[in-house]
């Protein structure tokens, strides 16, 4: 009797040790070897120092998708707000591609757990004759404020630069060298891609356009843009047009080898000019690679501001100055439709809510693609005809300025709008498929 007490005791004993020595034995089974791992800096590749590989069981799924193998991506951060804008980039569309690194300056810092940020701008600049390239002066960011870019008016959900940041002010000495970072890194990708820190990333819609050109042709592609102050450009448009940094940068492997072969030289001819991405365009137009640009890449966020596109059936690659809830909602948006499907009037239906063909919008006018035109006593009535037409998609009402009623017009596509006084305008969504 006092035997199997004791028994029963030592099997009570042993049977949460033998129980965790059984999921560890299985856990080592199923785990694989650590090797090199792309989120980790190449000094601690199976690094026996690395608290982080020391661990036997350590294992992080990374779900990357096969269909951007070929793409890789460089992001653009400063120690000031990579910690805020970093990870809702991760976690939203950079998850899905391998092949990417983070690049800032004035020293390297690690992002969580095994991601590094790259110091691409200390050491880079001792040929050029300054010891870190040309950082952002007050007078220069004048001449930013008078650039043309995207104007700023929503600023609850729009990222607005800290023009006093030291991320922002070493800005400009990021985007060559950090090709170069990329380029090392991937040799063998098909495509290079620079972006900001709140840049949002359509990626299969991005794929599927830069499917349709050649990667062995150079190409340097993104939204076009004009610059002063660099290259003794004194005018908009005097100077070539290059690739707005934001709206993201896309360099196709043979345009890289070419910028790479005269990387010297570029670096020391444009290490003054005061914009990064001006830097890569002069460099291009040095080597007669002009700009491919496309309406796919936008250089401000799709929020209140965004205004209804001329082609609304034509897809978005980029989105820039993104907050991270912003992000979050573009990729719900993604989620809820067929991959590389999204489009402007999808984007515009989230932001807006145009999708209720019971409301309209006010002082707004649709120039354009007419079905015919009637006098009406109101809106609701020229609602009325639109919603009898078939073929009508949308629809404009004019007030009349000398007698009551207005003017209404039927539409056959949901065509951009235009600010007009006491104008009335609505859609039809359910008949408008791309």
């Known amino acids: 009797m006092k035997l199997r007490r004791t028994l029963a005791k030592l099997v009570t004993l042993l049977t949460p040790v033998a129980f965790l020595s059984i999921v560890l034995s299985i856990q080592r089974d199923i785990d694989p070897p650590i090797a090199s791992d792309p989120y980790l800096p190449n000094n601690q590749q199976n690094s026996k120092d690395s608290a982080i590989l020391q661990d036997p069981h350590r294992h992080i799924t990374h779900p990357f998708d096969p269909a951007f193998s070929n793409l890789a991506i460089a992001i653009k951060t400063g120690p000031e707000v990579a910690f805020d804008r970093i990870p809702i980039q991760i976690l939203t569309f950079m998850h899905r591609v391998q092949n990417h690194i983070l690049i800032g300056s004035n020293g390297e810092f690690a992002l969580g757990r095994g991601m590094q940020v790259h110091d691409v701008v200390t050491g880079s600049y001792a040929g050029s004759g300054l010891a870190s390239g040309g950082n952002v002066s007050d007078a220069d960011a004048a001449i930013l404020e008078r650039a043309i870019q995207p104007p700023i008016l929503d600023t609850k959900d729009t990222v607005v630069p800290d023009t006093k940041s030291l991320g922002w002010k070493n800005d400009a000495n990021k985007n060559v060298p950090g090709f170069k970072k990329l380029f090392e890194t991937y040799p063998d990708a098909h495509w290079y891609m620079m972006i900001d820190d709140d840049t949002y990333i359509f990626l299969d819609n991005l794929m599927e356009h830069l499917s349709t050109m050649d990667h062995d042709t150079p190409i340097y592609a993104g939204r076009a843009n004009a610059f002063i ?206």
């Open 229 to 434: 102050g660099c290259d003794n450009v004194q005018h908009h448009g005097d100077g070539p047009a290059f690739a707005h940094g934001g709206s993201g940068i896309v360099v196709s492997n043979a345009a890289m080898k070419l910028l790479i072969g005269n990387y010297d030289d570029c670096m020391q001819r444009y290490s003054s000019c005061w914009a990064g991405d001006v830097r890569v365009g002069l460099c291009f137009r040095d080597l007669k690679v002009r700009i491919t640009t496309h309406i796919g890449f936008n250089g401000a966020p799709p929020n209140a501001e965004l205004y209804w596109p001329k082609d609304a059936c034509a897809k978005p690659f980029t989105f820039h100055h993104l907050k991270p809830r912003k992000m979050q909602e573009m990729l719900n948006l993604e989620q809820a439709q067929k991959p590389g499907a999204i489009n402007y009037g999808m984007v515009y239906q989230s932001e807006h809510g145009w999708g209720n063909a019971t409301s309209w919008d006010t002082n707004v006018d649709r120039k354009g693609r007419d079905l015919s035109a009637l006098d009406t006593a109101d809106a609701t009535t020229c609602q009325a005809h639109c919603r009898e037409e078939e073929k009508c998609l949308a629809y404009s009402w004019i007030p009349s300025k000398d007698s009551e009623g207005g003017q209404c017009t039927l539409k056959d596509w949901v065509h951009y709008s235009v600010y007009s006084q006491g104008a009335v305008s609505g859609t039809f969504p359910a008949r408008f498929v791309c």
